[in-house]
């Protein structure tokens, strides 16, 4: 099941709920009755090593300066 974020809307405590992706989002804490609104997260996505710039993609080579105006 996904786990979903939620922030308690009295105390501004973020909580960590599991719940089916068919469910409606929690308007109540199901524990404690505490008002609660389901709140977005960040993806969990790293870039890391080369390839991800222009200039990373292809090697440089001579006379591929795209200026041309010699």
Excluded: C
């Amino acid at each position: 099941m996904p786990t979903y974020l939620y922030k308690n809307l009295t105390t501004g405590e973020i909580y960590e709920l599991q719940q089916s992706m068919r469910d409606d989002a929690y308007t109540v804490h199901p524990e404690t009755g505490a008002p609660v609104k389901r709140v977005l997260a960040r993806p969990g996505i790293a870039f890391k090593g080369s390839g991800f710039y222009v200039t990373d993609s292809r090697p440089k080579t001579e006379g591929s300066g795209g200026g041309g105006g010699e």
